[in-house]
């Protein structure tokens, strides 16, 4: 007994032969009876009854009763006399052991407050019941409780007959003072008074203690967590029996479940609230102030942001702890936290609208804090099934479940993965689904409202620091010391709300979960892809099927599962890439995880049929991106102190380009969103979302040239193409090379163009100090707006340049660029950005004042065009190359390859390149002549002979089916790699359908044989 030292060793038996000159005519039993009663009540009708196993001392009853032994028929009179007596009258009443010996007992016998007398009363009693396990005594334990019991309820029912102001106050009180030392007793008082069919004065008395810890509750935050715990302790007791709990959820729910902050005020609201995000975001942050001019150091800063994560897990912890505990009591207390959670996101539906920052405060929708924190609570529900990779458990997910509107009333209005068929089979929604089901479909709205919220205001937030921040540059440079001071008092401030959003966002331990739910999602998305469920399954699958290869039908039920899952797992692996010093160091991310998410981008990248969000489906590129080694990424926030930590990463990374099961797809998947990604459906993505989009898959392509099996299947890929060229439909690879040559020419076009913007403004800005205050802010604005773009645009030309020269050293991606279709518009981007970059005339009009400030590398973008030149002219089918070269009359002069020549010697590049290009230079002069020959032919050429569009020679002449004009075979072909109709009426129009002109090729070749002819007779 944790109270009760018997310090007399002596049996119960001998102590109770003692008693027997007291009472002779009394039973055994009965001295026994009174003893127990004695040693829970601390009363006596008799003080030579305590003898050596009784209190110390004890109230002394005598004077109400004839009696001498307490028994279980007196003990109500005597029981409820003793809870009557006057505070004065008790010390008085006092009476003590004479036998020299006794049991030091728990309490006091002259406790005067008759709550915490009767709270005493109740852990003596469970003490001794722990001790004494006999029958008889048992017998008389289960009248004393039945006793104490009544006398609870009647201190609620009638709190003035007890002389109790405040019954629950004091009861609350007495837990809070014993839950440490006597944690077991008080939490099994307050079950069995609250817990088994409690009436309605036992219901408000409940309710009036949780209203206590509510208003407690109130008045948390992260650094005011003073009585914190005693409140958990107190719900969570609550949360632990059926009963309670069922008392617990009834308080916490709100009036009406459309009452989007209702939730938050409530007890449990309270509790998950805690944040280091304040309430409205008109409220300063309460953390990462700065106390001085130099702002928060970095020691400041890791420190702050330790005491956040730990308090903030403290709290989520608890609240986790509280529902876990209710969902355990019973499937109708489980149905009731379900419908807790659906009705509070349902209410904040509006969160994933939150376009203005103040939008929050006018529909009075709940915190940052809390929805924040509400999905980490979600989230540790989920954690049973998202362990290991792969549990069974995952396809015992519906997937019918978000259009079933459960819980989720508004989630069968969100945008699914397919649109639904107009003749789709009636569907059969289930009445009921299973708690995982529930629990993984509620934790993406969760996180949708929550952290996907707040994850996409940081990253706007951040923009705006950015813009700041130059701003203050600008005023440093301009010397005006009154606006640099106040702008460094902005970025104070906007730092500290910066801080705090990253610190509430990066929780180590909710990034471990929401990687491992990612996985998890991932997991059974991939499933859901490739399940032949189609006609909506009424049983669940069993087992795991291949992903690939997969039938190009997508099953039905894709059509039934919203989109925000794909989203949801993007972000947080986006969050994770941008920011791993802070959410990669904690999370021992395994193999099989980076398996699984790769699975996922390729089976929903690789087929339109199964995301028709053109959007989404893009962004998977940034998911596969995601997925490369650290090293691989220019634009990663490293950390020195997590080398290691990004070593070991790296290393899981590289082994699953070479290892990957589906390694073969990686290249087919990339080239084909990376010619779909304009168009997906009837939705059509603007022009600049295309380059933003294919911005990752650039990086993913250079990543795989460094493996010799990818590689090989881009050759393997374009030979499929070359005996396709002229079909129909255009072969893959031959789309994805046009799309190609298109963003180089739009980025590098762009670059040069805003450079040279950025030159007139440089040499005007000595003038900008005339100017007024207005007028000089739109210049610099206009200034920083061309900078901008230039540097974007110069970043992703040179991205796509490099693509391009990887390419040109494989053969068969050469050999499509050098067909007809390809080779005329890739010599005329070529010879225009040579020109411009070399030529003395046109490089000056780009010669910005600092050429890093823009990405602007023009040695080495000299280099790298210059390597392909030399790829190419290297290539068998070159002569096509040397042609199409000479043939552009735009750029291209004799002068061009000299002067790049002596370039290339100015900027130190190797000897062999500049060999390469002299050798180029050679064969193009050669091929020059040639040209020459056919221009002084074509002079007199019949008309006949003409390309209808292009007015030069043809070698290949077609005929368009509907207008009837005839073009060269390799116009037309250029012209519909694009768009699919005849140029001169707009009817549709394939290359299968142009009609051969076998007969006039055969008499322009003789032409062409007879003028040679005639000209060497001469």
């Known amino acids: 007994m944790d109270d009760i030292r018997i310090e007399d060793k002596t049996p119960i038996v001998k102590g109770m032969e003692e008693l027997m000159d007291v009472s002779s005519t009394a039973s055994a039993q009965d001295l026994e009876d009174n003893r127990l009663i004695q040693n829970i009540l601390l009363v006596t009708l008799d003080p030579r009854n305590l003898g050596p196993n009784g209190p110390r001392s004890a109230v002394n009853l005598g004077a109400s009763s004839n009696e001498t032994l307490i028994s279980l028929e007196s003990l109500e009179n005597l029981f ?7 505070a004065d009258e008790l010390p008085v009443s006092l009476v003590a052991n004479q036998s020299g010996k006794w049991i030091s007992l728990y309490g006091k016998p002259d406790q005067s407050e008759v709550i915490t007398y009767l709270g005493e009363c109740f852990i003596r009693l469970q003490q001794a019941r722990q001790s004494d396990t006999r029958p008889p005594a048992a017998r008389v334990f289960d009248g004393l409780e039945e006793c104490i019991m009544r006398h609870f309820a009647l201190g609620f029912e009638e709190p003035e007959l007890l002389r109790s102001s405040n019954v629950a106050h004091n009861l609350a009180v007495f837990y809070w003072t014993e839950m440490n030392s006597h944690e077991a007793q008080v939490v099994q008082l307050f079950h069995k008074l609250f817990g088994q069919g409690s009436s309605d004065f036992l219901r408000q008395g409940a309710f009036a203690i949780l209203e206590m810890c509510c208003t407690k509750a ?16 107190l719900v969570t007791t609550f949360s632990s029996n059926p009963g309670t709990a069922k008392l617990l959820m009834d308080f916490s729910s709100p009036k009406s479940n459309r009452q989007a902050a209702g939730f938050e005020q409530t007890l449990i609201g309270n509790l998950v609230k805690l944040s280091c995000l304040p309430e409205h975001h008109d409220v300063p942050p309460e953390f990462f102030q700065s106390t001085t001019a130099g702002g928060i150091n970095p020691t400041e800063i890791a420190t702050t942001e330790k005491f956040v994560w730990t308090n903030t897990n403290r709290a989520v912890e608890a609240v986790f702890g509280i529902f876990n505990n209710i969902v355990r009591q019973s499937p109708e207390l489980r149905e009731q936290v379900l419908k807790w959670f659906g009705d509070c996101l349902s209410a904040n539906f509006g969160r994933a609208k939150m376009w203005q920052q103040n939008m929050q405060f006018q529909i009075r929708l709940a915190s940052d804090g809390f929805i924040l924190n509400l999905s980490a609570v979600i989230l540790r529900l989920c954690r049973p099934f998202v362990r290991p990779t792969k549990n069974p458990r995952i396809l015992k997910i519906h997937p019918l479940w978000a259009y079933s509107g459960i819980y989720l009333r508004k989630m069968p209005e969100e945008t699914t993965l397919m649109p639904k068929p107009e003749n789709s089979p009636s569907v059969q929604m289930p009445s009921e689904c299973n708690f995982l089901s529930s629990c993984f479909f ?4 969760a996180l949708r409202l929550g952290w996907n919220v707040l994850w996409d205001r940081f990253g706007k937030f951040n923009r705006a620091l950015n813009e700041v921040e130059d701003r203050l540059n600008q005023a440093r440079e301009s010397g005006n010391s009154e606006e640099v001071q106040l702008i460094e008092q902005s970025i104070q401030r906007l730092a500290s709300r910066h801080l705090s959003m990253k610190a509430a966002l990066t929780l180590p331990e909710n990034m471990e979960l929401m990687i491992e739910f990612s996985v998890c999602t991932a997991t059974w998305l991939s499933q859901m892809a490739v399940q032949p469920l189609s006609a909506l399954p009424s049983q669940l699958p069993v087992d795991y099927l291949p992903l690939f290869p997969h039938t190009p039908q997508p099953p039905l039920h894709l059509a039934y599962i919203p989109e925000l899952l794909v989203e949801n797992v993007i972000e947080v692996l986006t969050c994770n890439a941008r920011l791993p010093a802070t959410t990669g160091q904690t999370t021992d ?3 099989e995880w980076m398996v699984e998410l790769m699975n996922m981008a390729l089976i929903f990248m690789s087929s339109s049929g199964r995301i028709n969000n053109p959007h989404l489906r893009a962004k998977m590129a940034s998911l596969m991106h995601n997925l490369m080694p650290y090293n691989r990424h220019a634009d990663t926030h490293r950390d020195s102190r997590h080398a290691a930590l990004f070593a070991l990463l790296d290393t899981h990374k590289e082994r699953l380009f070479k290892e990957h099961e589906y390694k073969r797809e990686f290249f087919p998947t990339v080239l084909d969103i990376f010619v779909s990604i304009e168009m997906a459906g009837n939705t059509t993505l603007r022009f600049g979302e295309a380059f933003h989009y294919r911005r990752p898959l650039y990086a993913i392509m250079e990543y795989l040239f460094t493996f010799d099996y990818h590689k090989q299947r881009v050759e393997e890929l374009a030979s499929e ?6 079909d129909a439909n ?19 076009e762009g670059a040069l163009e805003y450079l040279g913007k950025i030159k007139k ?3 005007e800005q000595p003038t900008w100090a005339s100017l007024s205050e207005e007028q000089r802010k739109e210049k610099e604005a206009e200034f920083k707006q061309y900078g901008d773009t230039a540097r974007y645009h110069n970043i992703l030309g040179r991205e796509t340049i490099q693509c391009l020269k990887s390419l040109t050293k494989l053969k068969n991606p050469a050999r499509i660029m050098l067909s007809n279709v390809m080779v005329d518009r890739l010599a005329v981007m070529l010879n225009n950005f040579l020109q411009n970059l070399v030529s003395p005339e046109k490089r000056t009009a780009y010669k910005v004042k600092d050429y890093d400030q823009y990405s602007f590398e023009p040695k080495e973008m000299v280099k790298v065009i210059c390597e392909i030149y030399v790829d190419l002219g290297s290539h068998d089918a070159r002569k096509e190359f040397f042609l199409a070269i000479c043939q552009d009359k735009r750029s291209y002069n004799p002068q061009l390859f000299k002067q790049t020549a002596e370039v290339l010697g100015m900027i130190g590049a190797h000897g062999q390149l500049i060999h390469g290009i002299e050798r180029l230079a050679r064969n193009v002069e050669v091929t020059q002549a040639t040209v020459d020959e056919e221009e002084e032919f074509s002079e007199d050429m019949p008309s006949e002979y003409r390309d209808a569009l292009m007015d030069t020679l043809m070698r290949d002449p077609v005929k368009l089916p509907s207008s009837g004009q005839v073009l060269d075979r390799s116009t037309i072909a250029r012209i519909l790699l694009t768009d699919q109709m005849d140029p001169f009426n707009r009817q549709p129009l394939t290359m299968d359908q142009v009609v051969p002109m076998d007969q006039l090729r055969t008499e322009i070749e003789n032409w062409l044989a007879q ?4 000209k060497a007779q001469k």
């Open 721 to 726: 193409s070359l005996a396709s060229l002229n």
């Open 761 to 763: 403004m440089e040499a």
């Open 1011 to 1014: 003028r040679r002819a005639q």
């Open 589 to 591: 991310w395994q193999y």
């Open 442 to 445: 509620l934790c993406h709205e």
């Open 80 to 86: 409820f006399t003793r809870i009557l007596m006057p």
């Open 730 to 748: 255009a072969p893959l690879f031959l789309k994805f090379l046009n799309h190609l040559v298109n963003d180089s020419t739009y980025m590098l």
């Open 218 to 233: 109130q008045g948390f935050g992260l650094m005011k967590m003073q009585d914190f715990d005693a409140v958990v302790h």
